[in-house]
Nanobody
C-alpha cells in the first residue's frame, strides 16, 4: 500500500523560506519520477518541480532559481526547499509519484499514480 505524506507547510512572510517534506512508504522500485505540484484556490494545478531517479531536476518557470527539489533515498523522503517566497506561491502543495518512468519526468499531473494529501503554504506580503 503506497502512501505519500507531506509536511512542512505553514504561513510565512514574503522573502522567507520553507522546506516541505514528503515521506514515501510502501514502494520499492528502480523506476520512479517524483514531483511537487501546487494549487491555489480557483486556479488549475501547477507543476512546480520534478526529479527522476537519475537525479535530473526540472523546475517550473515561476520557481526556477528559488526552489530546489531533492530526495533522500535512505529516508524515502522527497523535499522541496523554497526560498524567497512570494505571495503568488500561496497554495496547497502536493507530492506525487510516477511509477512508470525512470527519467523524462512530466509536469503533467495525469502521469502520476500516487498523491499525498497536501500541505498548505501561505505567503503574505
Amino acid at each position: 500500500n503506497v502512501q505519500l505524506v507531506e509536511s512542512g507547510g505553514g504561513s510565512v512572510q514574503a522573502g522567507e523560506s520553507l522546506t516541505l517534506s514528503c515521506a514515501v512508504s510502501g514502494y520499492v522500485s528502480s523506476s520512479w519520477c517524483m514531483a511537487w505540484f501546487r494549487q491555489a484556490p480557483g486556479q488549475e494545478r501547477e507543476g512546480v518541480a520534478t526529479i527522476a531517479m537519475n537525479a535530473v531536476r526540472v523546475y517550473g518557470d515561476s520557481v526556477q532559481g528559488r526552489f530546489t527539489i531533492s530526495q533522500d533515498g535512505a529516508k524515502n523522503t522527497l523535499y522541496l526547499q523554497m526560498n524567497k517566497l512570494k505571495p503568488e506561491d500561496t497554495g496547497m502543495y502536493y507530492c506525487a509519484l510516477d511509477v512508470r518512468r525512470r527519467w523524462g519526468c512530466l509536469m503533467d499531473g495525469t502521469a502520476y499514480t500516487y498523491w499525498g494529501q497536501g500541505t498548505q503554504v501561505t505567503v503574505s506580503s
